[in-house]
């Protein structure tokens, strides 16, 4: 079956001829501020001519063209994640909260998790997992730069483990692997690899997903299943199937620019013919019963480095600020990493340098030297000697040493510019 014969299950002719249009269009690209870095007063200072998102907050659209975000000193810096518009809608829509505990289960990159992380103001805890070590490593890259402290990595199998989390999250994010119809504009390579037998594929691997995902949530949490497919078979059937298995109920939503199968509430599609992105396929579900919030277990005892926990995993120190069980997991970070023990010093690290808001001794760079340290050399600045954490217009770069004569370059080799 071919691509848009294959939509017809739930789309007219003329809305499929306008999706067909819709995808020979450019694609959009989208940014979301970090609030914890950079106001959006600031952003659109700096980048006046984006858009406002339709729906979500703190995020723009903007024309690649014009403003080349991901190559911007404020990018290096942490102020934003690039992330496609409708791709910010899911956690937008879950609404995490403060202090809640989520699993994100197939997060990597890590869009929906800095999302989630951005919205619960830094608490709480998200694990965010993926399937694939490297992938899960690229979460790492995007928490550090971003400087989020509220955050597990984990590289697990849940199929294996997750009868030793029932009923523990809050919040859940199933963001499934599809066959990405929604990747079509941005990749030629998507469309020419997609076929009816990988869509059928994809289908029972969301179906084994959904279902253990729900048996994890809690009762009166939220979950918010998502895919970047235009298949009904990965969206709607997949929910149709965990409403038949489980007590499951759907979250209705009625926002205008998404499109519903006959209206029906299971879900709904933010097509590229009808919204600035390039498409994903939205359902919110609800575990019925009374939701109980686990108690805030913030005190006002934190340790040296202003963490609650502190671990030690070698020579390395890590700290968050919520106990959990985390004894099946495969860890990849816990928490924020600190920095290096030796000869009961520390060499901080460049993820807690982003995360900390004060440092005793402070340094604030000029255009010149924000340069020269991203290309990886030493500040020829006489400056006392300690420890300093590094700003550019207030801003975290790093924290490093001087040692009277100079500041010595920190920064992790792979960030190092030419
Ligand atoms: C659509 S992408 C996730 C995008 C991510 N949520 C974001 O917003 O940046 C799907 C991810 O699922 C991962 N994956 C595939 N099968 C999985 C499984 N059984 N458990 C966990 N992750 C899985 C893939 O490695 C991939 O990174």
């Not at 697990?156 to 199933?174: A, C, M, R, V």
Request: glycine share 6%; charged share 25%; aromatic share 12%.
């Amino acid at each position: 079956m071919n691509f848009y014969e294959h939509l017809k299950s739930y789309l007219n002719d003329e809305q499929i001829d306008k999706l067909k249009a819709s995808l020979s269009e450019e694609n959009k690209h989208g940014v979301l501020v970090n609030t914890k870095k950079m106001s959006d007063e600031m952003f659109l200072s700096l980048f006046p001519h984006v858009e406002k998102h339709p729906i979500v907050k703190h995020a723009y659209i903007f024309d690649k063209r014009e403003y080349e975000l991901g190559k911007s000193i404020y990018h290096a810096l942490g102020c934003f994640y690039i992330q496609e518009p409708s791709a910010m809608v899911p956690a937008y829509l879950l609404n995490a909260q403060e202090g809640d505990i989520v699993l994100d289960l197939c997060a990597a990159p890590g869009g929906k998790t800095i999302q989630t992380s951005l919205l619960m103001n830094d608490s709480g805890l998200i694990v965010a997992n993926d399937l694939s070590k490297s992938r899960a490593f690229s979460i790492i890259e995007n928490e550090e730069r971003l400087g989020l402290g509220n955050i597990i990595v984990t590289n697990n199998d849940f199929s294996k483990i997750y009868k030793n989390y029932l009923s523990t999250f809050d919040k859940i994010i199933l963001d499934a692997p599809c066959s990405g119809s929604g990747m079509f504009r941005k990749e030629d390579k998507m469309m020419q690899d997609w076929s009816y037998n990988k869509v059928l594929k994809f289908a029972e691997i969301q179906k084994e997903l959904i279902l253990y995902a729900y048996e994890m949530l809690k009762p009166g949490g939220t979950m918010c299943y998502s895919t970047c497919s235009f298949s009904l078979e990965e969206d709607e059937d997949v929910i149709e199937y965990l409403l038949e298995k489980t007590d499951a109920e759907i979250v209705k939503s009625d926002h205008q620019l998404f499109f519903r199968k006959d209206n029906n509430p299971l879900g709904f599609h933010l097509l590229p013919s009808l919204f600035p992105g390039e498409g994903h396929y939205i359902c919110l579900i609800r575990k019925p019963g009374v939701f109980i919030k686990a108690p805030n277990s913030k005190t006002n005892k934190t340790g040296k480095y202003g963490f609650q926990f502190e671990y030690k995993f070698g020579n390395y120190l890590f700290g968050n600020n919520v106990s959990f069980n985390t004894k099946h997991l495969n860890i990849v970070r816990l928490g924020v990493k600190i920095g290096e023990i030796f000869n009961n010093d520390i060499k901080y690290d460049y993820h807690y340098a982003h995360y900390i808001q004060k440092f005793s001794k402070k340094y604030e760079l000029n255009d010149a030297q924000v340069k020269t340290y991203f290309t990886g050399n030493v500040l020829n600045v006489p400056i006392d000697k300690g420890t300093y954490l590094l700003t550019y217009k207030g801003i975290s770069v790093d924290i490093t040493k001087s040692d009277g004569r100079m500041i010595k370059n920190s920064l992790p080799k792979g960030l190092r510019t030419k």
